[in-house]
C-alpha cells in the first residue's frame, strides 16, 4: 500500500517533487562513484575535458564513451528532476 498518494492515485507536487529529488540523490551518488572510478583507469572523459582540453586519443576508449553518455543523462535527470521543485506541477497538498 503506497501511502504517499491521495485519492485518484496520483501524488501532490510537493511529493512528486520529493520523489524525484530522491531519485536525483540516488542517481547523482551513483554517478560520481562512477566517476571516480573512470578517473582510476584512466578513462573520465570530463576530467580529461577540463585538464587537457579534450581527450587524448591514448585515453578514447569505450569506457571514456560511456562516461560521456552518462554525464549527458545525468545533466538531463538533472534538469528534469529539480524543474518539479522549481516549477511544481499538479495539485498542491
Do not use: C
Amino acid at each position: 500500500m503506497d501511502l504517499t498518494r491521495h485519492r485518484g492515485g496520483k501524488l501532490s507536487a510537493r511529493q512528486r517533487a520529493s520523489r524525484e529529488r530522491q531519485g536525483w540523490y540516488l542517481h547523482t551518488a551513483v554517478f560520481l562513484v562512477v566517476q571516480v572510478v573512470l578517473w582510476a583507469v584512466d578513462a573520465n572523459w570530463l576530467y580529461w575535458r577540463l585538464t587537457e582540453g579534450g581527450v587524448p586519443d591514448e585515453h578514447s576508449g569505450w569506457l571514456t564513451t560511456a562516461g560521456r553518455i552518462w554525464l549527458i543523462a545525468w545533466v538531463i535527470d538533472t534538469l528534469v528532476s529539480w524543474s518539479y521543485t522549481l516549477w511544481p506541477r499538479g495539485r498542491e497538498a
